[in-house]
């Protein structure tokens, strides 16, 4: 009478048939890797027992901040901004509300007529707010 004997993975609590004669704690290889980094991550960490002391930084020196070294520091970052300003294309700088308020100015006013949808049951047509970036419907004459 054979009988079949399992057991319970020790990291995945499922329960397998061993493959080796000695006793086996994990179903697979998978399994004895997982459960080894576990370990090894969790003896790294304080334990909750353990008291952490946080060092006393009021006695380290504080830094001195001088009237040179803010102007360099100010120096660098508007030369940074001028030469990344000079390297950057129009067509890839942020707008301005200028120019959003020319754009509009350019299209002719601020709503445009959605053509591809039909008009409301009172007669009035769809038109694209600009400003507003909404579907809004107006009279025909309200452009």
Not at 76 to 97: F, Y
Not at 111 to 123: D, I, Q, R, S, T
Request: glycine share 6%; hydrophobic share 30%; net charge positive.
């Amino acid at each position: 009478m054979n009988h079949q004997q399992f057991y319970t993975c020790d990291y995945c609590f499922k329960e397998f048939e061993p493959k080796r004669r000695r006793v086996q704690k994990y179903c697979s290889d998978t399994c004895r890797s997982k459960a080894y980094h576990a370990r090894k991550t969790s003896t790294k960490l304080a334990a909750p027992s353990e008291q952490i002391t946080v060092p006393d930084f009021s006695t380290l020196p504080k830094p001195k901040m001088s009237l040179s070294g803010v102007g360099n520091a100010t120096a660098g970052t508007l030369a940074a901004d001028a030469i990344k300003s000079l390297l950057t294309k129009t067509t890839n700088k942020p707008a301005t509300k200028g120019d959003l308020t020319a754009l509009i100015e350019t299209l002719h006013g601020r709503y445009h007529l959605v053509k591809n949808m039909p008009a409301n049951e009172f007669g009035q047509y769809p038109y694209f707010d600009l400003v507003e970036g909404v579907l809004v419907y107006l009279s025909s004459g309200n452009e």
